[in-house]
């Protein structure tokens, strides 16, 4: 059973080391390195940055990462339900009807309120 | 003779010990996946640039090679001799950790894609909860790229790309349920088995609504044109790759089409019955080509591919609020009314649940 997961282990592993590799052999092996203050200097259209870019932005972001975190774990609670809906039956049906239902009315709610506006 | 050498081999073979048999056994299989994945990625840029040319009345690239064919070796020839340019204000490890972090899911995914009967690496049980766990962490690869670039319209890319990845990530899972509660099971081979009789016995049918929003959303969270605002040029220049080069930015690529191909590829395995023929039951099942079999996984997943391309060859990109419109507030709404929909019809025993 669980020596099933050991290919997919061996290929997460493996994806990290192409990547790396990649990247070791074209940016310090092959690749030429020649860093000089202009071209090491962010990107920002031709003008000198004069402040930092790790600004202030938008609180909508949050929002949006906020509602993700709800809805994803519903997501989560609707896959096993999903699997065995025809052997629970109506019940199943019943009590994830009551559970999105609330899911549902907060959605409703963030929609009235304009959460999901983006002007 | 042969017989002595294949006895030598197994011999050796048979000398090493057991785990390390099992690792080189399966480093074998993911080798014979991943480089054919690499191939396809690297012709799938071809194919973009030479079906987009068509399509805009030019010919595309024609003159590496005879008509261009290998453009894409060029490419990636010159990008591995490029400097990567590492900003002075940009954190270093971050800063080239996020193309990693970005291409090993992307590859990773591929451990459970059934390529025909019982061609798969890795036959797990939760192997679509797997593969949704792991397009969710390409997105950690875009928001530490924009974080660590530590450039503003970085930063602003991948604010962007972030939030829409994440929005459609919840219309792409509730679909996913919807093929969960059509096939009862997690495995893709058996998603694939629960499709076998014909045409019609494919999810494409019964969960129409869903392939829609599914292949839709899987466009918008690979950043695929037209929903490529996180790196739309005539505004934010490249998005959380501006500050990118050489290697570096090659990583970042491969991993965007690997997950192209990818969504392709579980397009034609959820909703059109990956390897099985279309033409089921009306021929001989042990005929080598109309007969099931890789080549119509990779002819379906191919057809999704070109649906790519076209779509960005066609529309022009949507505005920001209409992208987080569309997931929030027609994607949600329409795949949990066919949730409960499906949900009645399961229970009922009508429709294509009828058993």
Redesign the interface.
Known sequence: MLENYLPVLIFICLGLIVGLAMIVMGGFILAPRRPDPQKNSPYECGFEAFEDARLKFDVRYYLVAILFIIFDLEIAFLFPWAIVLDEIGLFGIVAMGIFLGILVIGFIYEWKKGALEWE | MIETVINFALSIWEWFPLWMQ??LG??F??VII?VPLMLSVAYVTYAERKIIGYMQVRIGPNRVGPKGWLQPIADAVK????????????NRFLF?GA???S??????A???IPFNDGWV?????AA???I?ALTSMGVYGVIVAG?A????????GA?RS??QV??Y??AM??A???V??AS???NLGEIISKQQGGVSDWFIWPLLPLFFVYFISGVAETNRAPFDVAEGESEI?AGFH??YS???F??FF?AEYANIILVAALTSIMFFGGWLSPFEGLVDSDSLLLGNGIHWFLAKTALFIFMFLWLRATFPRYR??QI??LG??VF?PVT?VW??VE??M??MQVGP?AV
Do not use: C, H, Q
């Not at chain 2, 690496?121 to 049980?125: C, G, T």
């Not at chain 2, 670039?149 to 602003?156: I, T, V």
């Open positions: 099992a690792l399966n480093l299989f993911i991943m990008l591995m001799f490029k400097e990567i340019v590492i900003p002075t204000n940009a080239l193309p990693i972090l291409i090993a899911p992307a590859l990773a591929w451990a459970v690496l890795a036959d797990v049980n679509l909860l797997y949704l974080w670039s530590n450039s503003k319209y970085a930063m602003m604010l972030a939030a994440v929005s990530e919840i899972g509730f996913l349920v919807g969960l509660m009862g099971s997690l220049v501006v500050d050489g290697m570096a090659a990583v491969l920001y609020d987080m419109r929030w507030k949600i949990i949730l409960f949900a009645v399961v229970v649940w």
